[in-house]
């Protein structure tokens, strides 16, 4: 599996950004897909996923501002960022998982900055 990521970048507070997700390879198997964000000094953290069912979850810092959704034709999930805060500034990495399994699959990460 697969993830190419993108649309990060420099946007100011109260801004927005839209990510991107591709997944390829053997995804067939793949029942949920998420967004990570790592901000500077700190873990790894989630901010939101989706499973093949359409069950949505966000992190709590998240909720009300992020939206999550997918594209199952073209095997990409977005991830709509509204009313940024600097806080939000991190390396956002794309997630793909066999939940219950051992396969979990990481993209290359995003850089997302958020001016105050």
């Known amino acids: 599996v697969q993830l190419q990521a993108s649309g990060g970048g420099l946007v100011q507070a109260g801004g927005s950004l839209r990510l991107s997700c591709t997944a390829s390879g053997n995804i067939f198997n793949i029942n949920y897909m998420a967004w990570y964000r790592q901000p500077p000094g700190r873990e790894r953290e989630l901010v939101a996923g989706i499973f093949r069912g359409g069950f949505i979850n966000y992190g709590d810092s998240v909720k009300g501002r992020f939206t999550i959704s997918r594209d199952n034709a073209k095997n990409i999930v977005y991830l709509q960022m509204n009313s940024l805060k600097h806080e939000d500034t991190g390396v956002y990495y794309c997630?793909?998982?066999?939940?219950?399994?051992?396969?979990?699959?990481w993209g290359q990460g995003t850089q997302v900055t958020v001016s105050s």
């Open positions: 997630n793909a998982q066999v939940v219950g399994s051992r396969n979990n699959y």
